[in-house]
């Protein structure tokens, strides 16, 4: 169990709050992350890359010049691997990516990865409540009151986010907003700073709770 100040808007602390998530193993924590990580990134593969073969190149239906008598090499067709603008042999075709893993593994993984961020772990209590419309100067503030440079990576997660704050984030090229039980140990990983909503962190706990 972690013990983790609660900040306000302004960003004084407001509080504590307990986070008690179930972790991998030392031993397996390292293998598992890994596996979901490449998981993910297998996911967001659109597997679209397509190439022609020779029975799929249009023309090449004739043969180009006799077989015999030319003293060059036999040819049935100028769509050829062969040749210049032929078929491709063993080019890629669509095809998905996806690889399985149990659930179990992926919420285990994903506590694992959110639990090593505790010290990079920022809570704040009804974060973005006070915008009545969308500005991207008022976020840049608050983090600037947190403490995080609205320059480096950093993610966000709330548990319903508004679309006031969807569209004041949006423009932050560095800042990626996530709601709370679509987490993934990508994200997680990747960024520098971790802001999480007090509302989400109880909605993270409640989703991917120890099984």
Same mark, same amino acid.
């Given at each position: 169990m972690v013990n983790c100040v609660v900040r306000n808007w302004q960003g004084k602390e407001s509080g504590e709050v307990n986070l008690d998530?179930?972790?991998a193993k030392e031993s397996s924590a390292m293998d598992l992350i890994h596996r979901s990580v490449i998981r993910h990134q297998a996911h967001s593969?659109?597997?679209?890359?397509?190439?022609?073969?020779?029975?799929?190149?249009?023309? /090449? /239906?004739r043969k180009p010049y006799k077989q015999k008598g030319t003293g060059r090499?036999?040819?049935?067709? &100028?769509r050829t691997p062969l040749r210049p603008?032929?078929?491709? &042999?063993? /080019?890629?075709?669509?095809?998905?990516?996806?690889?399985?893993?149990?659930?179990?593994?992926?919420?285990?993984a994903?506590?694992?990865?959110?639990m090593s961020r505790v010290e990079d772990l920022m809570i704040v209590k009804d974060f973005?409540?006070?915008?009545?419309?969308?500005?991207?100067s008022e976020i840049v503030s608050a983090l600037a009151r947190l403490g995080i440079a609205s320059d480096s990576k950093?993610? %966000? %997660?709330?548990?319903?986010?508004?679309? &006031?704050?969807?569209?004041?984030?949006?423009?932050?090229?560095?800042?990626?907003? &996530? $709601?709370?039980?679509?987490?993934?140990?990508?994200?997680?990983l990747h960024a520098?700073?971790?802001?999480?909503?007090?509302?989400?962190? $109880?909605?993270?706990?409640?989703?991917?709770?120890?099984?």
């Amino acid at each position: 169990m972690v013990n983790c100040v609660v900040r306000n808007w302004q960003g004084k602390e407001s509080g504590e709050v307990n986070l008690d998530l179930k972790v991998a193993k030392e031993s397996s924590a390292m293998d598992l992350i890994h596996r979901s990580v490449i998981r993910h990134q297998a996911h967001s593969r659109q597997g679209t890359a397509s190439t022609l073969t020779r029975a799929e190149v249009r023309g /090449g /239906g004739r043969k180009p010049y006799k077989q015999k008598g030319t003293g060059r090499a036999r040819q049935g067709s &100028i769509r050829t691997p062969l040749r210049p603008g032929g078929g491709i &042999i063993f /080019g890629p075709k669509p095809r998905v990516y996806n690889l399985s893993m149990n659930r179990k593994e992926r919420r285990l993984a994903i506590r694992t990865a959110f639990m090593s961020r505790v010290e990079d772990l920022m809570i704040v209590k009804d974060f973005g409540k006070p915008l009545e419309t969308p500005k991207t100067s008022e976020i840049v503030s608050a983090l600037a009151r947190l403490g995080i440079a609205s320059d480096s990576k950093i993610l %966000i %997660i709330l548990s319903k986010p508004s679309e &006031i704050i969807r569209r004041s984030i949006r423009n932050l090229q560095k800042v990626k907003l &996530i $709601a709370a039980d679509q987490l993934n140990t990508f994200d997680l990983l990747h960024a520098n700073s971790l802001v999480v909503g007090e509302d989400a962190l $109880a909605t993270i706990q409640e989703v991917y709770g120890n099984d």
